[in-house]
């Protein structure tokens, strides 16, 4: 079972969330560079167009939806480490696959409810309502969706990870240990 979960989970679904995750940090380093640009033109040629300064504010979700998965993945979610270190390894097995099934339900559950809030952007042609501002911003929605499915990705991986570690002969190893 542990071969074939290895292969499944490590070979074919994580490598969509550290995909996911290095969009993110794209996406980061195109906002650091956007910010600066947006700065000198307006500091030093007093020029300030508004399609970038909404271009900055479309970077910001990307980095938030897509990294979210990608900090989970990494460990860097937020637990309540003082209680967490004073379970016995069986308690947190158990608590692992209980934090992962609410991560996976929430992921998808949210990601379902986005779809026709999206939906609903692209049919009306959505964009911004200022002058020179961007258009079609049902794009940048469509990162609610997605990241939000990548986080149920993430939950279903750890649900995997977790029930393998509980239900195996072994003792369950800590896992909410970081990743390299």
């Not at 970077?59 to 938030?64: D, F, G, M, R």
Request: glycine share 8%; aromatic share 10%.
């Amino acid at each position: 079972m542990d071969g074939l979960l290895n292969r499944f989970v490590v070979k074919r679904l994580e490598p969509v969330v550290r995909t996911a995750g290095w969009v993110a940090r794209a996406a980061v380093l195109m906002l650091v560079v956007l910010v600066a640009t947006n700065v000198l033109l307006r500091y030093v040629l007093s020029w300030s167009p508004v399609g970038m300064q909404e271009a900055e504010w479309h970077l910001v979700s990307p980095i938030a939806l897509l990294g979210m998965a990608y900090a989970v993945y990494h460990r860097a979610d937020v637990r309540v480490d003082f209680l967490y270190e004073r379970f016995g390894p069986r308690t947190r097995g158990w608590v692992d696959l209980l934090a992962s099934l609410l991560t996976l339900a929430v992921g998808a559950l949210i990601a379902t409810l986005a779809i026709p809030y999206v939906m609903q952007s692209y049919h009306t042609g959505e964009g911004s309502p200022d002058p020179g501002g961007l258009p079609y911003r049902y794009l940048l929605k469509v990162f609610i969706p997605l990241g939000f499915a990548l986080l149920a990705l993430q939950g279903l991986i750890d649900v995997l990870r977790a029930g393998a570690r509980l239900f195996s002969r072994a003792a369950p190893e800590d896992s909410r240990e970081p990743r390299p």
